[in-house]
């Protein structure tokens, strides 16, 4: 049974603090992860992929993967109240398989 | 912009009619694209992928006279779900698989979701 584990939160911070969200996923053989972010009563948006071992950085978000330790992690930097959402990780272990899900967690930046 | 179009938004029906929900992908050709559910404050349930061409693979527990998947182009793919009752209504969204170069498995995006509600 593949997994994908996520903190079950919820994750509070001050706004302008560092959100870390920790995913961490069972199949060794795992090829790419994704952030995908879900507010309430809207579907899931990708907001970071990362295929390979190291830090990725987009704007605010740097996702950090560490396959050895089959780990994957999202870094919200000056988080901003519209950012409280509910945070999905997700990961594919090949081409032709399925995304998997975590269950999610949700942050909550306090203005 | 979107990169998946999904059909309609909100629909509420009376029990024991068919409601159809279409997923598109706009800029790209999808072979194959996924529903999935989701209840209120639950993870997201997939239901099924749909493949071009082809019959659709229904996830385990999952009725499939039940939803009918239809994927007949590789920009279209439909969801009916047949003789609805209340517990069918929920949050139904599809996805579809992009690849670009540097991704071989694609990246998964989400249509905006079909809120259905059946009376």
Same mark, same amino acid.
């Given at each position: 049974?593949? =997994?994908? =584990?996520?903190? +079950?939160?919820? *994750? #509070?911070?001050?706004?302008?603090?560092? %959100?870390?969200?920790?995913?961490?996923?069972?199949?060794?053989? +795992?090829?790419?992860?994704?952030?995908? &972010?879900?507010?309430?009563?809207? #579907?899931?948006?990708?907001? @970071?992929?990362?295929?390979?071992?190291?830090?990725?950085?987009?704007? $605010?978000?740097?996702?950090?993967?560490?396959?050895?330790?089959?780990?994957?992690? *999202?870094?919200?930097?000056?988080?901003?109240?519209?950012? !409280? %959402?509910?945070?999905?990780?997700?990961?594919?272990?090949?081409?032709?398989?399925?995304?998997?899900? /975590?269950?999610?967690?949700? *942050?909550?930046?306090?203005? | 912009?979107?990169?998946?179009?999904?059909?309609? #938004?909100?629909?509420?029906?009376?029990?024991?009619?068919?409601?159809?929900?279409?997923?598109?992908? *706009?800029?790209?050709?999808?072979?194959? @694209?996924?529903?999935? $559910?989701?209840?209120?404050?639950? #993870?997201? @349930?997939? @239901? %099924?992928?749909?493949?071009?061409?082809?019959?659709?693979?229904?996830?385990? /527990?999952?009725?499939?006279?039940?939803?009918?998947?239809?994927?007949? !182009?590789?920009?279209?793919?439909?969801?009916?779900?047949?003789?609805?009752?209340?517990?069918? +209504?929920?949050?139904?969204?599809?996805?579809?698989? &992009?690849?670009?170069?540097?991704?071989?498995? /694609?990246?998964?995006?989400?249509? =905006?979701?079909?809120?259905?509600?059946?009376?």
């Amino acid at each position: 049974q593949k =997994e994908v =584990e996520q903190n +079950s939160g919820p *994750l #509070s911070v001050p706004e302008g603090a560092i %959100a870390s969200l920790n995913c961490t996923y069972s199949d060794r053989g +795992s090829q790419s992860f994704f952030w995908y &972010r879900q507010y309430s009563g809207k #579907s899931p948006e990708l907001i @970071m992929s990362i295929y390979s071992n190291g830090d990725k950085e987009d704007g $605010r978000f740097t996702a950090q993967l560490n396959k050895a330790s089959q780990y994957v992690s *999202l870094l919200i930097r000056d988080s901003q109240p519209s950012d !409280s %959402a509910t945070y999905l990780c997700a990961v594919i272990g090949g081409a032709n398989s399925k995304l998997t899900f /975590g269950k999610g967690i949700t *942050l909550s930046v306090r203005p | 912009g979107a990169v998946v179009s999904q059909h309609p #938004s909100r629909v509420i029906c009376k029990s024991g009619t068919s409601v159809k929900i279409e997923c598109r992908s *706009l800029d790209f050709q999808a072979t194959t @694209m996924f529903w999935y $559910r989701q209840f209120p404050k639950k #993870s997201l @349930m997939l @239901m %099924a992928t749909s493949n071009e061409g082809s019959k659709a693979t229904y996830e385990q /527990g999952v009725e499939k006279d039940k939803f009918l998947i239809n994927h007949a !182009s590789l920009t279209l793919s439909t969801l009916t779900v047949t003789s609805a009752h209340p517990e069918d +209504s929920s949050f139904y969204i599809c996805s579809a698989r &992009r690849f670009t170069s540097g991704a071989n498995t /694609g990246e998964l995006f989400f249509g =905006e979701g079909s809120r259905l509600t059946v009376l």
